[in-house]
């Protein structure tokens, strides 16, 4: 049996970017049951009410939304159920530190496959405040006016 090549986003995220700064990201594994990948193969999750916490050196995110698989009867597990995050140790050390130092929080970006291994690309992230939000809103608003500025120059 040939293994899909390359990526396929299954969720993403937008409301992270606008809420905070992503400082640093991670690739990690997600531990899932069987019909809970069946189900993300149908493109059926949700990650934006989602975070995710260290405890005891593992990793977990919480209030992720993985619908149950319509075939799945008895073996499909509570939507929101705990999952375990696959990272390296010396991964989750650094992560501890720059969580406890700098204030720092932990939020899934996409879920995506990566070949035929599902991934989550966590982000280690600041918080915006209300001035920052509005900054970058001010920042995209000069971006769109000049772009469409040079479209109509070009075509006229």
């Not at 991670?26 to 059926?44: D, F, P, Q, W």
């Not at 008895?74 to 700098?102: A, T």
């Not at 995506?112 to 001035?131: C, I, P, Q, T």
Request: contains cysteine; positive net charge.
């Amino acid at each position: 049996m040939a293994k899909e090549r390359g990526i396929k986003l299954i969720a993403n995220n937008k409301k992270a970017y606008h809420d905070y700064f992503i400082e640093d990201t991670y690739e990690a594994g997600i531990a899932l049951a069987g019909t809970e990948v069946k189900s993300l193969r149908m493109g059926k999750c949700s990650i934006k009410e989602s975070f995710i916490r260290v405890e005891n050196e593992e990793v977990f995110v919480y209030q992720m939304h993985i619908s149950p698989y319509e075939k799945g009867n008895i073996f499909n597990k509570d939507p929101l159920r705990v999952r375990k995050l696959l990272l390296h140790k010396s991964e989750i050390r650094k992560l501890i530190g720059q969580q406890k130092m700098k204030g720092y929080t932990l939020i899934p970006l996409r879920v995506y496959f990566k070949d035929s291994l599902v991934k989550v690309e966590v982000g280690l992230a600041r918080g915006k405040k209300l001035y920052d939000k509005r900054d970058d809103i001010a920042k995209k608003d000069v971006k769109r006016e000049a772009e469409r500025d040079f479209k109509v120059r070009n075509l006229g």
